[in-house]
């Protein structure tokens, strides 16, 4: 089975930063498209970034543009989510997700595409 296990949330300061870390395990696929989403309390489930495996393509929301950073160590399974100068309205549960294939242009924000999913890290920033 494949899993997935987010680690690194907490509470910080605006204008903090914290690193988020997903290691994925049971995965057999070569080209897959991880991704990393984001739920405020009251509001959906929304992509903030993603990252295809086999060619190292990344895919941003417009909101984390230029303060988020999402790589991955393929040698480690590991995913991550490096969040700079964060904003009160950062504040939400943190998942990560992964799905078979490349991430794709068109594809890579919907998230009815991931079929895999970790429990989440909570983001307090105040």
């Known amino acids: 089975d494949v899993q997935l296990v987010e680690s690194g949330g907490g509470s910080v300061q605006a204008g903090g930063s914290l690193r988020l870390s997903c290691a994925a395990s049971?995965?057999?696929?070569?080209?897959?498209?991880m991704a990393w989403f984001r739920q405020a309390l009251g509001k959906e489930r929304e992509v903030v970034a993603a990252v295809s495996s086999s060619t190292g393509s990344t895919y941003y929301a417009d909101s984390v543009k230029g303060r988020f950073t999402i790589s991955q160590d393929t040698t480690k399974n590991t995913l991550y989510l490096q969040m700079n100068e964060l904003k009160p309205e950062d504040t939400a549960i943190y998942y990560c997700?992964?799905?078979?294939?490349?991430?794709?242009?068109?594809?890579?924000?919907?998230?009815?595409?991931?079929?895999?999913w970790g429990q989440g890290t909570q983001v307090t920033v105040s």
């Open positions: 049971g995965y057999t696929y070569s080209d897959k498209c």
């Open positions: 997700a992964a799905d078979a294939g490349v991430c794709g242009t068109g594809r890579w924000y919907q998230r009815t595409r991931y079929g895999y």
